[in-house]
């Protein structure tokens, strides 16, 4: 969907973007991490051409985005920032109508877009609609954010740590409402966050940056469980590395056919191994049932299948 | 600023405060006055300094006594905050105040010139002037305060009728203002025109260069200090020099080129008053449209960027509207402050209001001064009010 190739961006002499390489696949939500000042928000500004790249080019949907007039490319991209930005002036329904606006619908088409989106983003537009950003939480604020970043029908969404300014319990509900949405749209997402734990649970592809350089992607699986520089273990918790490497691994990845059947609620396929030793710790024990391996057998996730390397 | 006032949630009450102490206090002003100034002047001639009449005096026991008992209705209305409509019943009242005051003195005058003949002359005396003025604050008081639009309205529109109305009645002819204007109405009408017509190329002028000073500021904020060092220079030279100093550079010019001239380019007259006057606008205005443009947050500019709005898009979505409270706030600004200077244009033979007022001045003729300085007062009030309006429909949120 989008291909970073070789790209550079200075400011002033310094580096901030070093011969990225990165290609981010159809339909796939891939998370740009690293530490404040590695470049993973220039990065995102060089997609839909707020900052324009020194080196390199940088190919969307197979064109390169320095041949797309520079409106039209960010019209085809969704664009979420952490301060939201809603324009404080209307209401959520026009806020969300903005692209679609620009883009010229039929106001039948962009009344059923906004409504459509309200519902998926977990905003009723019957309560919602009209009222103005002021009168809304920060996460409503930041569902409203998405909602309008989605509403031009985007093939590409960009993230700029959308969830950084909401309180935890409130930005897990965000999350969830954001992977269920991919799910249903199937939108490709680029993200940028410095949450270790939002990028393990959000994103298919992890790409961590480090002063500007590319250092590893891989799936959040493959990334925790073989960090390829002390920088990489570093960012994923240095020494508490192994705990981070539970909330990337599936129960799937680790259990086994079982032996003797067992009565106790099996847990789920696709439950991170950092649920299971929670459910272990809490009920004492040191195995549970699973609920159905790839094969049709019944499973077991044992306590040493969790710390086998 | 962004919400309209009539959003404002009201201003919670001090506990134990049973009373408004502000129409207490002015109503209470106005009584003292009455008691000890002149309601009106009465004087044997045009020239001639008069006598001071006191209210009895003047309006007889019946009209000093109905004065008296609205300002004690005033009084009593004060002093009971939680009445329903009580700031609107007070605007009324104050209304109805300066309407009564001002028809009474316009029978003072009229019974003065049956008895005593047409070459007396009628004013209007300090004490009148201390109850009118405190009518007026009583309003301006009550529209503040008041939060519902249409109460804030009621009163202001309700005495402008009436003051219209005493007007048009013919009752106020013998007072000497009146007679001022009578014996040259054409001349008031034309002054007043080009008193406006000053006034709005001025304004055209300051708008236009302060309006593009302003956003140059804005879109280069190192140049803004330096800008706004020299507007500050010129906001300091006095008012009445600025006119003057205009004459010597402008003669100059059309001396050397007398083509200019044609153009209506001179060293007095229309042209150099409505430089001046822009000159003198240019601060405002550029501080306040480059104050509302970094006003607007980067976040919200940034987000509609991110969008795919064009520049002309970015400027006609967010940044007007969003500086919108503070440009109109800084255009009625503007407007007043020209209004009340181009009163000097007269001065370097533009004409204007002020031509009133110098010739008064001049035969020492007070309500010809008058005449001149309430017609640019009331000027001032009636675009600040408009403009207030103006600014309260603009920016009301559409609900539903």
Redesign the interface.
Known sequence: MIRFEGVCKSFGGARAVNEVTLDVARGSLCALVGTSGSGKSTLLRLANRLLEADEGSIRFDGADVTNIPPVELRRRMGYVIQSVGLFPHWTVERNVATVPRLLGWSPARIGERVAELLDLVGLPPGRHARRYPDELSGGQQQRVGVARALAGEPELLLMDEPFGAVDPPTRRGLQDSLMAIQKRTGTTILLVTHDVEEAIRLSGTLAVLDQGRLLQTGTPAQVLTQPATDAVARFFGGPLLGLNRLKALRVGDRAQAAASPDEREPIDMDATLEAALARMVAEGCSRLPVRRLADGTRGVLDLADLVRP | M?RPAGREPAPARRAGANLDVLPLLISALALVALLLGGFVVVAPNRLLSGTPLSLWQAAGPGGAASLLAILGVIALLAARPALRFQRVLIGLAAGTLMVLALALAGMTASEQAAAAGRLTRVSLGAGFWTLFVAGLLLLADSAERETHRAGKALPLLATLLGLAALIASGRLAQLSLAREYAVRQQAYLDEMLRHLQLTGSGLALALVAGGAIGLLAYRRPRRAGPVFAALNIVQTIPSLALFALLIGPLTVLTGLFPALRSLGIAGIGPFPAILALGLYGLLPVARGVHAGLSAV?N??V?????????RG?IVR??LI??ALPTLLQTLRLTLVQLIGLAVLAALIGAGGLGTFIFQGLGQTAADLVLLGALSAIALALIADTALRGLTLFLLR?P??
């Open positions: 962004r947050p976040t919200v940034e987000a509609a960027l991110g969008m795919g709005m064009t898009q979505h967010t509207p969003l949120r609900q539903n």
